[in-house]
Every structure is written in C-alpha cells, then in structure tokens.
T-cell receptor, first 113, second 113 residues
Framework: ETGVTQSPTHLIKTRGQQVTLRCSSQSGHNTVSWYQQALGQGPQFIFQYYREEENGRGNFPPRFSGLQFPNYSSELNVNALELDDSALYLC????????????FGSGTQLSVL | DQQVKQNSPSLSVQEGRISILNCDYTNSMFDYFLWYKKYPAEGPTFLISISSIKDKNEDGRFTVFLNKSAKHLSLHIVPSQPGDSAVYFCAGGRNFGNEKLTFGTGTRLTIIP
C-alpha cells in the first residue's frame, strides 16, 4: 500500500508567479484535501475534493484552486503568488467512510521571494 | 478566530514519565477530536481520536481525555519514550459539511533520556 506522495518537496518562486503542486493519494482513497501550514502554525484547511468535485473550502482567496483527477491524484494551483504564501503545503487523503484518519504527505515547502 | 488552541508551545519530559499535552477549543459543534504527531520533514501522522460523546479513549501508551463542559482535551503518554519527541497537534472535526479539520498550533514535546 503506497502512501500519499507530494511533489516537488521544495520550491522557490518570486512574487506574482504561479505555482502547481502535485499529490498522489493513498491507494483506494477517493477524498483529497489540501492544507497550508505557515511557520509556527497548525495546518489550515484550503479545500477538499471528492470524486473530482470541490466539496469544501476554507478561508482562502480564489487564486487558490485545485483539481482532482479520475485516478484520485490532485493538484493545487496558486496564482499571483504573495510573500505570505510561503508555507508548507500538505496534501491529505482518506476513504470517504474514514473521516477520522487523514493520511498526510510530507508536504511541499514553498518559498516566495 | 482560533477555534482550537494549544497554549504550550513546548514541553520537556523525562523518559519513562508521563507526558500531558493540553488543548482547548471554542467551537462546541465539533463532533470528534484527533491528535496528530509530526516529525521534521514528514507529514502529520494520526495518533488517536475521540468522539465528542465519549470522555476517554485509550490506545496502548496513549490516552485522550475530553472534558466537554470545560471545552478541554488532553493527551497522556505513559511511559514517555525518546521516539515520542515530535510536534503534537490537536484538531477538531465535524461529521457533516466539508469535514475539514481545524488544527491547533502544536506543542513540541521533547523526551529527555
């Protein structure tokens, strides 16, 4: 059973650029969610996808968008990057019936200069 | 609006002793709570959960206590081991809606050999 994998592990961008982060869900998991963890903070919910549809969103602006593909892999896209977008971005997956256990990837560390 | 709070950023405990990590919440609508553990350069891993209708859940060395009237939960680890050194996050979740998790800011636990 493979776990949740994320790529890339580290990324450096400049303000105003766009970035795409990728995630492969754990085998058999049809729900994926993305979290942003700023330095010294806990993870904050960005959005969740189930069966390729967004079914929940946190307090993040529309320049944060996502996709889920038929194989349950997922992308997080951020447009017009701002300095405050610098954070660890975590992808998590679960089976629809297993609400309690989120399985997290190791994250992508994004630095915006 | 910090719905889940972990007021102790760090805690040091002697090996073999009990570690007690605390968490307070303000949202009385949470249906369940979870504890996650995070090592550096890894994603959070699920540790233990508790339903809001319970006051205690135990799994090996880990016990979570919930006091709904005080809106407080705690994680007890006994006996503490060096491998328990990590950052611990508590989180609250709801059964319906987008099922997002709301995390606290974390407590760094250091076990002293």
């Amino acid at each position: 059973e493979t776990g949740v994998t994320q790529s890339p592990t580290h990324l450096i961008k400049t303000r105003g650029q766009q970035v795409t982060l990728r995630c492969s869900s754990q085998s058999g998991h049809n729900t994926v969610s993305w979290y942003q963890q700023a330095l010294g903070q806990g993870p904050q919910f960005i959005f969740q996808y189930y069966r390729e549809e967004e079914n929940g969103r946190g307090n993040f602006p529309p320049r944060f968008s996502g996709l889920q593909f038929p194989n349950y892999s997922s992308e997080l896209n951020v447009n017009a990057l701002e300095l405050d977008d610098s954070a660890l971005y975590l992808c998590a997956s679960r089976d629809q019936g297993g609400r309690e256990k989120l399985f997290f990837g190791s994250g992508t560390q994004l630095s915006v200069l | 609006d910090q719905q889940v709070k972990q007021n102790s950023p760090s805690l040091s405990v002697q090996e073999g002793r009990i570690s007690i990590l605390n968490c307070d919440y303000t949202n009385s609508m949470f249906d369940y709570f979870l504890w996650y553990k995070k090592y550096p350069a890894e994603g959070p891993t699920f540790l233990i959960s508790i339903s809001s209708i319970k006051d205690k859940n135990e799994d090996g060395r880990f016990t979570v206590f919930l006091n709904k009237s005080a809106k407080h939960l705690s994680l007890h680890i006994v006996p503490s081991q060096p491998g328990d050194s990590a950052v611990y996050f508590c989180a609250g979740g709801r059964n319906f809606g987008n099922e997002k998790l709301t995390f606290g800011t974390g407590t760094r636990l250091t076990i002293i050999p």
